[in-house]
């Protein structure tokens, strides 16, 4: 069976500083693999994909993450945090053709001036 | 282009009770998926309609009924409100023959069970 592991619960950074979330995940086929956000009160937004191709895949809101296939993870990042990315980030994972997502537990960002 | 749009966005139930939740999905898609969102929690998987058939489901009791009609739109019904069943309820859609497994979710419509 699929799963997503998320470490960390809170993340808190400075504003301009480095964002680094992380994701792992469990699979027994090669995966699709998705961030989205949510804002408060609000649905969840894509952020980024990769299903196939480059493992370097980039995002909306300067947001990319990394496909590593031999660490099973999918780690996100940012150069440098604005305080419009406080949010919580979740990690899903899907078989390929499926359309069926499986999700971590989620992350809160947290970014202080 | 309007987007997955859900209703209502809130209500306050008693347990015992029922209620129906509604999706219409994003333009141009065929499939509407629902997940179950706990408080603090990630989203969980309920079940998936494709052609007005359930196509996959989630490990929720029968309690978690749905349907899909001609135009694609959905319901959840949840019969014999639990305490446990307070949540946000999401919607996604998608279509069956995008390749990309990319789902794009409504705001949900949050559930309090009293």
């Known amino acids: ?44 937004q ?39 990315d406080a949010a919580e980030y979740f990690c899903a994972v899907s078989d390929r053709g499926i359309q069926k997502l499986v999700f971590g537990t989620g992350t809160r960002l947290l970014v202080s001036p | 282009d309007a987007g997955v749009t859900q209703s209502p966005t809130h209500l306050i139930k008693t347990r015992g009770q029922q209620v129906t939740l509604r999706c219409s999905p994003k333009s141009g898609h065929d499939t509407v998926s629902w997940y179950q969102q706990a408080l603090g929690q990630g989203p969980q998987f309920i079940f998936q309609y494709y052609e007005e058939e359930e196509r996959q489901r989630g490990n929720f009791p029968d309690r978690f009924s749905g349907h899909q009609f001609p135009n694609y739109s959905s319901e959840l ?38």
Not at chain 2, 86 to 100: K, R, V
């Open chain 1, 46 to 84: 894509l952020l980024l994909k990769y299903t196939t191709g480059a493992t370097l895949v980039k995002g909306i809101n300067g947001f990319e993450a990394e496909f590593k296939k031999s660490e099973t993870s999918f780690h996100l990042t940012k150069p440098s945090a604005h305080m419009s």
């Open chain 1, 1 to 44: 069976a699929q799963s997503v592991t998320q470490l960390g619960s809170h993340v808190s950074v400075s504003e301009g500083a480095l964002v680094l979330l992380r994701c792992n995940y469990s699979s027994s086929v090669p995966p699709y693999l998705f961030w989205y956000v949510q804002y408060p009160n609000q649905g969840l």
């Open chain 2, 77 to 114: 019904n949840v019969n014999a409100l639990l305490l446990g069943d307070s949540a946000l309820y999401l919607c996604a859609s998608s279509s069956i023959g995008g390749n990309t497994g990319e789902l794009f979710f409504g705001e949900g419509s949050r559930l309090t069970v009293l």
